[in-house]
Protein backbone atom coordinates (compact mmCIF):
# COMPACT_ATOMS: atom_id res chain seq x y z
CA UNK A 1 0.00 0.00 0.00
CA UNK A 2 1.24 3.66 -0.14
CA UNK A 3 3.12 4.53 2.32
CA UNK A 4 1.10 7.20 4.41
CA UNK A 5 3.79 9.37 5.25
CA UNK A 6 6.20 8.95 1.82
CA UNK A 7 3.04 8.94 -0.49
CA UNK A 8 5.47 8.60 -3.73
CA UNK A 9 7.17 5.37 -1.94
CA UNK A 10 5.69 1.85 -1.51
CA UNK A 11 4.62 0.44 1.97
CA UNK A 12 5.65 -3.36 2.41
CA UNK A 13 5.27 -3.97 6.17
CA UNK A 14 1.39 -4.20 6.06
CA UNK A 15 -0.32 -5.12 9.56
CA UNK A 16 -3.37 -6.97 9.04
CA UNK A 17 -5.69 -7.87 12.12
CA UNK A 18 -9.24 -10.05 11.97
CA UNK A 19 -12.10 -8.43 11.90
CA UNK A 20 -12.78 -9.75 15.41
CA UNK A 21 -9.81 -7.98 16.72
CA UNK A 22 -10.85 -4.52 16.34
CA UNK A 23 -9.08 -1.95 18.59
CA UNK A 24 -11.56 -0.16 20.52
CA UNK A 25 -11.77 2.01 24.01
CA UNK A 26 -14.80 2.09 26.16
CA UNK A 27 -15.36 4.54 28.77
CA UNK A 28 -17.79 4.98 31.77
CA UNK A 29 -17.16 7.55 34.53
CA UNK A 30 -18.66 6.11 38.68
CA UNK A 31 -19.72 9.63 39.95
CA UNK A 32 -22.85 8.14 41.54
CA UNK A 33 -22.36 5.13 44.14
CA UNK A 34 -22.85 6.32 47.37
CA UNK A 35 -20.79 5.42 49.76
CA UNK A 36 -17.84 4.67 47.93
CA UNK A 37 -15.02 7.44 48.58
CA UNK A 38 -13.63 7.46 45.18
CA UNK A 39 -16.84 7.47 43.23
CA UNK A 40 -19.11 9.70 44.59
CA UNK A 41 -19.65 13.03 43.38
CA UNK A 42 -22.05 14.85 44.41
CA UNK A 43 -20.97 18.22 44.96
CA UNK A 44 -17.61 20.42 44.40
CA UNK A 45 -14.81 18.12 46.87
CA UNK A 46 -16.04 14.68 46.04
CA UNK A 47 -14.08 12.32 43.91
CA UNK A 48 -15.32 10.16 41.13
CA UNK A 49 -13.66 7.61 38.89
CA UNK A 50 -12.81 7.53 35.20
CA UNK A 51 -12.47 3.95 33.89
CA UNK A 52 -11.28 3.41 30.50
CA UNK A 53 -11.63 -0.40 29.16
CA UNK A 54 -9.41 -0.73 26.04
CA UNK A 55 -8.68 -4.33 24.00
CA UNK A 56 -5.23 -5.87 23.28
CA UNK A 57 -4.51 -7.37 20.23
CA UNK A 58 -3.09 -10.72 20.53
CA UNK A 59 -1.38 -11.65 17.33
CA UNK A 60 2.33 -12.84 16.18
CA UNK A 61 3.14 -10.12 14.08
CA UNK A 62 6.79 -10.83 14.18
CA UNK A 63 6.51 -14.36 12.96
CA UNK A 64 8.15 -16.07 15.80
CA UNK A 65 5.54 -18.83 16.28
CA UNK A 66 4.81 -17.43 19.81
CA UNK A 67 2.89 -14.26 21.10
CA UNK A 68 4.60 -11.83 23.18
CA UNK A 69 4.78 -7.83 24.35
CA UNK A 70 6.85 -7.54 21.34
CA UNK A 71 4.19 -8.20 18.68
CA UNK A 72 2.45 -5.47 20.57
CA UNK A 73 5.65 -3.13 20.63
CA UNK A 74 4.11 -0.49 22.44
CA UNK A 75 1.10 0.56 24.60
CA UNK A 76 -0.75 3.48 25.72
CA UNK A 77 -3.29 5.03 27.32
CA UNK A 78 -4.43 8.85 27.85
CA UNK A 79 -7.49 10.76 29.70
CA UNK A 80 -7.44 14.96 28.94
CA UNK A 81 -9.21 15.61 31.98
CA UNK A 82 -11.52 19.37 31.63
CA UNK A 83 -10.54 22.54 33.82
CA UNK A 84 -12.75 21.10 36.25
CA UNK A 85 -11.48 18.05 37.66
CA UNK A 86 -7.90 17.43 39.25
CA UNK A 87 -6.22 14.04 38.92
CA UNK A 88 -5.99 12.27 42.10
CA UNK A 89 -4.62 8.49 41.27
CA UNK A 90 -4.28 6.14 38.31
CA UNK A 91 -4.02 2.51 38.70
CA UNK A 92 -4.24 -0.65 35.63
CA UNK A 93 -5.48 -3.76 35.52
CA UNK A 94 -6.03 -6.71 33.29
CA UNK A 95 -7.85 -9.30 32.54
CA UNK A 96 -8.98 -8.28 36.51
CA UNK A 97 -4.99 -8.55 37.62
CA UNK A 98 -3.47 -5.07 39.08
CA UNK A 99 0.13 -4.07 37.05
CA UNK A 100 2.58 -2.33 39.03
CA UNK A 101 2.61 1.36 38.26
CA UNK A 102 5.23 4.00 38.69
CA UNK A 103 5.07 7.73 38.80
CA UNK A 104 7.35 8.87 35.64
CA UNK A 105 7.47 12.15 37.63
CA UNK A 106 9.06 11.08 40.33
CA UNK A 107 12.64 10.46 41.25
CA UNK A 108 13.85 6.91 40.92
CA UNK A 109 15.25 4.41 41.29
CA UNK A 110 12.39 2.64 39.89
CA UNK A 111 11.82 -1.43 39.56
CA UNK A 112 9.54 -4.06 38.39
CA UNK A 113 7.09 -1.15 36.64
CA UNK A 114 5.07 -2.83 34.27
CA UNK A 115 3.96 0.80 33.29
CA UNK A 116 4.76 4.65 33.76
CA UNK A 117 1.93 7.21 34.39
CA UNK A 118 1.97 10.80 34.73
CA UNK A 119 -1.10 12.42 36.49
CA UNK A 120 -0.13 15.58 34.48
CA UNK A 121 1.74 14.55 31.32
CA UNK A 122 1.82 18.60 29.79
CA UNK A 123 1.07 20.84 32.87
CA UNK A 124 0.80 23.51 30.04
CA UNK A 125 -2.15 22.89 28.71
CA UNK A 126 -5.43 23.31 30.91
CA UNK A 127 -6.67 20.34 33.01
CA UNK A 128 -4.26 17.58 33.77
CA UNK A 129 -2.98 15.10 31.51
CA UNK A 130 -2.97 11.67 32.40
CA UNK A 131 -1.02 9.49 30.58
CA UNK A 132 0.27 5.30 30.96
CA UNK A 133 2.85 3.79 28.61
CA UNK A 134 3.53 -0.25 29.32
CA UNK A 135 6.70 -1.16 29.26
CA UNK A 136 8.50 -4.23 27.95
CA UNK A 137 7.33 -6.16 30.68
CA UNK A 138 4.13 -4.77 31.01
CA UNK A 139 3.49 -5.76 27.20
CA UNK A 140 4.31 -8.85 27.99
CA UNK A 141 1.89 -9.23 30.84
CA UNK A 142 -1.01 -7.84 28.89
CA UNK A 143 -0.53 -10.08 26.11
CA UNK A 144 -0.12 -12.60 28.22
CA UNK A 145 -3.90 -12.18 30.14
CA UNK A 146 -5.47 -12.32 26.51
CA UNK A 147 -3.54 -15.14 25.56
CA UNK A 148 -5.45 -16.98 28.23
CA UNK A 149 -8.82 -15.23 27.78
CA UNK A 150 -9.72 -14.00 24.83
CA UNK A 151 -11.76 -11.39 26.95
CA UNK A 152 -9.08 -9.48 28.79
CA UNK A 153 -8.74 -6.02 28.42
CA UNK A 154 -6.92 -3.12 30.03
CA UNK A 155 -8.72 -1.24 32.84
CA UNK A 156 -7.26 2.30 33.64
CA UNK A 157 -9.20 3.86 36.60
CA UNK A 158 -8.46 7.58 36.96
CA UNK A 159 -9.73 9.39 39.99
CA UNK A 160 -10.00 12.76 39.85
CA UNK A 161 -11.96 15.71 42.55
CA UNK A 162 -14.39 17.57 41.15
CA UNK A 163 -12.80 21.20 41.74
CA UNK A 164 -15.04 23.31 40.47
CA UNK A 165 -18.62 23.15 38.02
CA UNK A 166 -18.95 25.33 34.95
CA UNK A 167 -22.32 27.42 34.30
CA UNK A 168 -23.89 25.09 32.09
CA UNK A 169 -23.34 22.61 34.56
CA UNK A 170 -21.61 19.90 32.50
CA UNK A 171 -18.55 18.04 33.43
CA UNK A 172 -17.73 16.49 29.85
CA UNK A 173 -14.56 13.44 29.54
CA UNK A 174 -13.59 11.82 26.45
CA UNK A 175 -9.99 9.33 26.58
CA UNK A 176 -7.93 7.43 23.84
CA UNK A 177 -5.23 4.76 23.72
CA UNK A 178 -2.59 3.33 21.09
CA UNK A 179 -3.16 -0.03 20.63
CA UNK A 180 0.32 -1.18 19.29
CA UNK A 181 3.19 0.05 17.35
CA UNK A 182 1.41 -1.22 14.29
CA UNK A 183 -0.95 1.10 14.80
CA UNK A 184 1.33 3.44 15.14
CA UNK A 185 3.12 3.29 11.49
CA UNK A 186 -0.60 2.50 10.14
CA UNK A 187 -1.27 5.81 11.00
CA UNK A 188 2.01 7.92 9.79
CA UNK A 189 3.91 7.91 13.15
CA UNK A 190 7.22 6.52 13.90
CA UNK A 191 7.35 3.29 15.76
CA UNK A 192 8.39 3.54 19.60
CA UNK A 193 10.60 1.43 21.89
CA UNK A 194 8.85 0.79 25.05
CA UNK A 195 10.34 1.58 28.13
CA UNK A 196 12.04 -1.10 30.63
CA UNK A 197 11.13 -1.74 34.03
CA UNK A 198 13.76 0.56 35.62
CA UNK A 199 13.84 3.73 33.07
CA UNK A 200 10.80 5.62 32.41
CA UNK A 201 10.65 7.45 29.11
CA UNK A 202 12.11 11.29 29.33
CA UNK A 203 8.87 12.98 28.02
CA UNK A 204 5.19 11.62 27.89
CA UNK A 205 3.68 10.95 24.78
CA UNK A 206 2.07 13.35 22.61
CA UNK A 207 0.61 11.52 19.68
CA UNK A 208 -3.36 11.20 19.99
CA UNK A 209 -4.82 7.94 19.62
CA UNK A 210 -8.15 6.39 19.18
CA UNK A 211 -10.71 8.02 20.52
CA UNK A 212 -13.30 6.59 23.61
CA UNK A 213 -16.73 7.47 23.76
CA UNK A 214 -17.77 10.37 25.56
CA UNK A 215 -19.09 10.32 28.97
CA UNK A 216 -20.45 13.36 30.91
CA UNK A 217 -21.41 14.48 34.81
CA UNK A 218 -24.21 16.75 35.53
CA UNK A 219 -24.51 19.29 38.17
CA UNK A 220 -27.29 22.10 39.10
CA UNK A 221 -28.30 24.55 41.29
CA UNK A 222 -31.24 24.45 43.75
CA UNK A 223 -33.03 27.96 44.71
CA UNK A 224 -35.45 28.14 48.26
CA UNK A 225 -37.95 31.08 48.74
CA UNK A 226 -38.55 31.74 52.75
CA UNK A 227 -41.82 33.58 52.70
CA UNK A 228 -44.18 34.71 55.84
CA UNK A 229 -46.93 32.17 55.95
CA UNK A 230 -49.74 35.09 56.18
CA UNK A 231 -48.71 37.72 54.10
CA UNK A 232 -46.50 36.29 51.04
CA UNK A 233 -43.98 38.79 52.26
CA UNK A 234 -40.37 37.16 51.93
CA UNK A 235 -37.93 37.02 54.73
CA UNK A 236 -34.33 37.68 55.12
CA UNK A 237 -32.84 36.23 57.63
CA UNK A 238 -33.16 32.75 57.97
CA UNK A 239 -30.55 30.10 57.84
CA UNK A 240 -30.36 26.69 55.68
CA UNK A 241 -28.41 23.59 55.53
CA UNK A 242 -28.29 20.90 52.84
CA UNK A 243 -27.72 17.52 53.33
CA UNK A 244 -27.64 14.24 51.36
CA UNK A 245 -30.87 11.43 51.71
CA UNK A 246 -28.43 8.75 52.22
CA UNK A 247 -31.37 6.18 52.58
CA UNK A 248 -32.52 7.37 49.50
CA UNK A 249 -36.13 7.34 50.17
CA UNK A 250 -37.29 10.24 50.55
CA UNK A 251 -38.36 10.79 54.22
CA UNK A 252 -35.14 12.80 55.54
CA UNK A 253 -34.88 11.16 58.77
CA UNK A 254 -33.38 12.39 61.67
CA UNK A 255 -30.85 10.01 61.52
CA UNK A 256 -29.45 11.32 58.39
CA UNK A 257 -29.29 14.61 59.79
CA UNK A 258 -25.54 14.60 60.81
CA UNK A 259 -22.52 16.01 59.81
CA UNK A 260 -21.30 13.09 57.73
CA UNK A 261 -24.36 13.54 55.35
CA UNK A 262 -23.99 17.49 55.46
CA UNK A 263 -22.93 19.39 52.05
CA UNK A 264 -21.34 22.44 52.34
CA UNK A 265 -22.05 25.39 55.21
CA UNK A 266 -25.37 27.07 56.39
CA UNK A 267 -26.74 29.87 53.63
CA UNK A 268 -28.51 32.60 54.60
CA UNK A 269 -31.87 33.96 52.86
CA UNK A 270 -31.42 37.38 51.08
CA UNK A 271 -33.08 40.53 51.21
CA UNK A 272 -35.89 38.95 48.28
CA UNK A 273 -36.39 35.73 50.75
CA UNK A 274 -34.25 33.56 48.50
CA UNK A 275 -31.16 31.59 49.11
CA UNK A 276 -29.23 29.45 46.56
CA UNK A 277 -27.34 25.88 46.94
CA UNK A 278 -25.05 25.38 43.86
CA UNK A 279 -23.47 22.43 42.02
CA UNK A 280 -25.46 19.48 43.49
CA UNK A 281 -25.31 16.34 41.66
CA UNK A 282 -28.45 15.79 39.58
CA UNK A 283 -31.17 13.39 40.96
CA UNK A 284 -31.80 11.74 37.78
CA UNK A 285 -28.60 11.13 36.06
CA UNK A 286 -25.21 10.13 37.54
CA UNK A 287 -22.81 7.18 36.11
CA UNK A 288 -23.48 8.67 32.70
CA UNK A 289 -27.24 7.36 32.89
CA UNK A 290 -30.59 8.41 33.78
CA UNK A 291 -31.88 6.85 37.06
CA UNK A 292 -34.73 7.24 39.42
CA UNK A 293 -34.81 10.50 41.32
CA UNK A 294 -35.27 8.42 44.92
CA UNK A 295 -31.90 7.37 44.47
CA UNK A 296 -29.85 10.48 44.62
CA UNK A 297 -32.37 13.09 46.55
CA UNK A 298 -31.34 16.07 49.15
CA UNK A 299 -32.28 17.45 52.77
CA UNK A 300 -33.32 21.06 53.28
CA UNK A 301 -33.01 21.94 56.37
CA UNK A 302 -33.82 25.28 58.58
CA UNK A 303 -31.16 26.00 61.20
CA UNK A 304 -32.50 29.31 62.02
CA UNK A 305 -35.50 31.46 61.91
CA UNK A 306 -35.72 35.17 60.63
CA UNK A 307 -36.67 37.05 63.41
CA UNK A 308 -39.68 36.96 65.16
CA UNK A 309 -40.95 33.61 62.98
CA UNK A 310 -41.18 29.72 64.22
CA UNK A 311 -38.28 27.56 63.27
CA UNK A 312 -39.66 25.07 60.56
CA UNK A 313 -38.06 22.11 61.97
CA UNK A 314 -39.09 19.32 59.47
CA UNK A 315 -36.46 18.51 57.14
CA UNK A 316 -37.75 19.13 53.31
CA UNK A 317 -36.73 16.61 50.73
CA UNK A 318 -36.17 17.73 47.21
CA UNK A 319 -34.35 16.66 44.21
CA UNK A 320 -32.21 18.32 41.37
CA UNK A 321 -33.26 17.55 37.92
CA UNK A 322 -32.05 20.46 35.25
CA UNK A 323 -28.36 21.05 34.78
CA UNK A 324 -26.78 24.55 35.17
CA UNK A 325 -26.64 27.88 37.02
CA UNK A 326 -29.80 29.14 38.70
CA UNK A 327 -29.09 32.48 36.52
CA UNK A 328 -29.06 30.62 33.63
CA UNK A 329 -32.91 29.27 34.56
CA UNK A 330 -35.83 31.50 33.77
CA UNK A 331 -36.77 31.60 38.13
CA UNK A 332 -39.44 34.45 39.74
CA UNK A 333 -39.24 35.05 43.17
CA UNK A 334 -42.74 33.69 44.52
CA UNK A 335 -43.63 31.51 41.59
CA UNK A 336 -43.22 27.72 42.01
CA UNK A 337 -40.31 26.96 39.17
CA UNK A 338 -39.24 23.36 38.20
CA UNK A 339 -35.62 23.92 40.66
CA UNK A 340 -37.16 26.28 43.57
CA UNK A 341 -39.16 25.09 46.40
CA UNK A 342 -41.17 27.54 48.81
CA UNK A 343 -40.45 27.61 52.22
CA UNK A 344 -43.12 29.01 54.99
CA UNK A 345 -43.11 30.17 58.27
CA UNK A 346 -45.20 31.21 60.73
CA UNK A 347 -44.75 34.33 62.99
CA UNK A 348 -43.72 33.98 66.69
CA UNK A 349 -46.94 33.57 68.77
CA UNK A 350 -48.91 33.98 65.77
CA UNK A 351 -47.65 37.37 65.14
CA UNK A 352 -49.85 38.83 68.47
Request: with cysteine; glycine share 10%; charged share 10%.
Amino acid sequence: MTDPVNLTSWMYDVYVYPKNQADSITKSVLDGNVGTANQDAYTVGQNLTYKLDSTIQATDTNGSGTITGADLGYYYVGDNLSTYVSAQSVTVSVGGTALAGCDAAAVGPFSGCDYFYWLDGDAVTAGDQVKIVMTDQGLDAIVAAKVASSSAVVTTEIVAKVTSVPGDGLIPNTGEFIPSNGWLTGHGFPPVTPPTTTTPPTTPPTTPGIPSNPVVSKYGDMQFVKYDAKTSAPLVGAEFTVYRDANFDGTCSAAEIITANQIGTPVTTAADGTVIFTDLQLSNFYNNAAHPLALHGYCLVETKAPVGYNLNAQPIPFTVTLAGDVTNLAYTVGTADAQEVQVANEPSNLGN
